[in-house]
């Protein structure tokens, strides 16, 4: 069957557009923020109203172009909350949990990663501006994008609780143990709005290297089984039945650690 | 009696060989203790760097109720243990009187512990005033939100005892890992914060 034909035909065509969205999405964020903004790893708390003024001067075109990019095609984020809200539909849980989730990381990605684009893109609009300003442009964007994944905590125990009731089979259960991990990982990054410097700080070991080592784990995993769900799919309401063994994709190595 | 069927009485090990509880639970026991395992590193690190600053703001602590402490929560261990054995022997009003005793020895402990917070702060040992300190109200602090999500795991072994419809020996024991796990994790961080010298 030609590609063509199988777009016309596949009735799950708009869920693989909604996961390899997904992939772009995540693919177009870590350039942005790691590479062309250099946003993350974030600066550090402690820089004085002279020193972000250097620091934005350092990234004037990456902070303007890089966040461009997002405010284009910043709107793709949508399409993996769309994909996990449709995964807990696939659930025999309440729609409640689908809606809680949908509203909860819509609402949350306006300060957890909006607010720091502007914020920068206005640092870097007009580099002559007074350094105080500079200095509070700089604190607002870390803190609005660090300080407030506390609120995406209750989004992955929502998760967590979906999968844990479900009886559909749409993920493994060490997934919504790993949801309960992320989510406690999210409490962590609290204390970044009491502490300027050490650990717990916004740039800190364990308010940002541990915990964004567990949040890439946890989006790759989620990633990967997301695209496992399509596949198995069956467009039913019942159990997601599983992929027959020709077709089954390779094993992942911790699901055969997992399973004995 | 052969050395298999010695594998299979083993109180452990099920007869299909599988650990107790959902298997996937033990992900969440390998995935958590590398988080804290990576927290602790942070701390000791930080602790080999300012030795002095930390041996004198971990005079502060209070070795004692620490011990007590612990003493709770290994109490609480052994009675969730028990309370699992009394699952598995059919005997559910005893299983929910152990699991009662887990979650008032698990009160007791935050009730320490909270006390133990008031008692620090109160002397000017806060959150901010050492680097110590710092860790030491972080791991506490992470500890007692694994210990209240542990209430909530107690609530689902009470709730499954309470009708004989539901007893799942499976998550009656999946429950009780998630305890041991919590306990575990308390007995690594007393003896690095209050121990450790």
């Known amino acids: 069957m030609s590609i063509g034909a199988s777009l016309r035909t596949d009735p799950k065509r708009e869920l693989w557009f909604v996961w390899y969205s997904t992939v772009a999405f995540y693919s177009l964020y870590s350039v942005v923020f790691f590479v062309l903004t250099r946003t993350q790893p974030p600066g550090r708390p402690w820089l004085t109203p002279e020193q ?27 399409t993996s909350i769309a994909l996990i809200t449709y995964s807990i539909r696939r659930m025999s849980v309440s729609r409640a ?25 206005v640092g870097a609009m007009r580099p002559e501006r007074d350094p105080t300003l500079m200095h509070w442009l700089y604190d607002f964007g870390f803190l ?34 790993l949801n309960l991990c992320n989510a406690l990982t999210e409490v962590v990054i609290a204390p970044s709005w009491i502490f300027q410097r050490g650990v717990l700080a916004w740039n800190g070991v364990i308010a940002w290297w541990i915990d964004v080592a567990v949040f890439g784990m946890y989006t790759v995993v989620f990633i990967y089984l997301l695209r496992s769900l399509i596949q198995r799919d069956d467009l039913g309401t019942g159990p997601v039945p599983a992929l027959p063994p020709a077709a089954a994709p390779r094993a992942h190595p911790l699901a055969k650690v997992l399973a004995g | 009696m052969t050395a298999i069927e010695d594998v299979h009485t083993d109180p452990g090990v099920d007869e299909d060989g599988h650990v107790p509880g959902e298997g996937d639970m033990w992900f969440f026991v390998v995935f958590e203790s590398l988080v804290f395992t990576s927290y602790f590193c942070v701390y000791l690190y930080y602790r080999a760097q300012h030795e002095h600053a930390f041996l004198k703001a971990q005079s502060a602590l209070n070795l004692p109720l620490g011990i007590v402490e612990t003493i709770l929560l290994l109490t609480s261990s052994w009675a969730i243990a028990r309370c699992v054995q009394e699952v598995r022997a059919a005997r559910y009003r005893s299983a929910q009187r152990l699991a009662m005793v887990t979650a008032g020895l698990g009160v007791a402990f935050l009730g320490c512990k909270l006390a133990e917070w008031v008692r620090l702060i109160g002397e000017g040992h806060t959150f901010t005033s050492s680097e110590f300190m ?37 998550t009656i024991e999946t429950c009780s890992t998630y305890w041991h796990t919590v306990d575990l994790f308390w007995v690594l961080i007393f003896a690095l914060l209050y121990i450790v010298r």
């Open chain 1, 97 to 121: 949990y689908a809606y809680s989730y949908l509203i909860l990381y819509a609402i949350a990605a306006i300060p957890g990663f909006l607010f720091i684009c502007v914020a920068m893109t």
């Open chain 2, 134 to 170: 710092q860790h030491f109200f972080f791991l506490t602090g992470m500890h007692a939100i694994h210990l209240l999500i542990g209430f909530v795991v107690l609530g689902v072994i009470l709730y499954q005892l309470a009708d004989p419809r539901r007893r799942s020996h499976q």
């Open chain 1, 144 to 177: 609005s994008f660090s300080g407030t994944m506390g609120v995406f905590l209750v989004g992955s125990l929502v998760w967590m609780a979906a999968i844990l009731l479900d009886k559909n089979g749409v993920f493994p259960r060490w997934f919504g143990y």
């Open chain 1, 52 to 78: 972000t003024v250097g620091w934005f001067a350092d990234r004037h075109w990456g902070l303007l172009v890089g966040f461009a990019l997002i405010f284009v095609l910043g709107g793709f984020s949508a």
